[in-house]
């Protein structure tokens, strides 16, 4: 029995991890990526020294690769033991992994997000994971930023071909060699203090501009015109 823990210790803390982020790095490279609206995360920065990214779920493996080019970065990772396969991956990328959730050390993590944005890191969370419901956003995303003391910055990523998964979320893997767009949002200011209904307002205004964003930059890949402007002519 010890041999067999043993095994499934080393399968989700080594094999796995280093595996499927291989796999990962393989497929993000063949991506032909244009970067959009990148003022927006430079103006938070300039102003606030860190961010929050939030990004949806289901939009999350382009940004595997690509946030591990906004170093020093962090990011809340659940205790369970997925977390802890998902926090060797992370750990492997060279961010920060911060351990607990809502229901799990969440108060520690929290002042742990506040240490490390002091530092100048950056902050990124999934804000309708890991179970959804899809396209919601969790409060957690607002009270990371509170503690943050950093304004939250959507961040969509959108392909133009994609493997479609039969999960909760439809998540999405955009194929090889496929053209893929990560678009930033602009800053969303977050007070430290808020009243329920204020709290509320201000979750349901990131999820509806996060939508607006998804549905915007789908629209892209309908528009020979529109493609062409972020990636040139299929000539060039």
Partial sequence: MKI??????????????????????????????????????????????SVVYAS??????????????RKPIAIMISQSRDGEMIARVVDILGWRSV???????????????????GQGYRIGHIVDGPQGPF??????????????????????????????FNSWDRFMVPKPFSRVIIRFGQPIEVPRRLDADAFESLRMDVQQRMQAMYADTDRIWRKPRSISSHFGSPSQ
């Fill in 4 to 49: 067999k823990d043993t095994l499934k210790n080393v399968a989700y803390r080594q094999v796995f991890p280093r595996g499927g982020l291989l796999l990962v790095k393989l497929i993000s490279k063949t991506y032909r990526r244009r970067i959009v609206d990148q003022h927006h995360e430079q103006a938070a920065l300039d102003h606030y020294g």
């Fill in 56 to 69: 949806w779920h289901q939009r999350f493996f382009p940004g595997i690769t690509f946030f591990a080019t």
């Fill in 99 to 117: 351990r607990g959730s809502s229901s799990r050390g969440g108060t520690r993590a929290l002042k742990e997000i506040r240490r490390l944005t």
């Fill in 135 to 164: 396209g919601v956003v969790k409060p957690g995303l607002v009270t990371i930023a509170q503690f943050a003391g950093a304004p939250i910055v959507p961040v969509i990523t959108s392909a133009q071909r994609c493997w479609t």
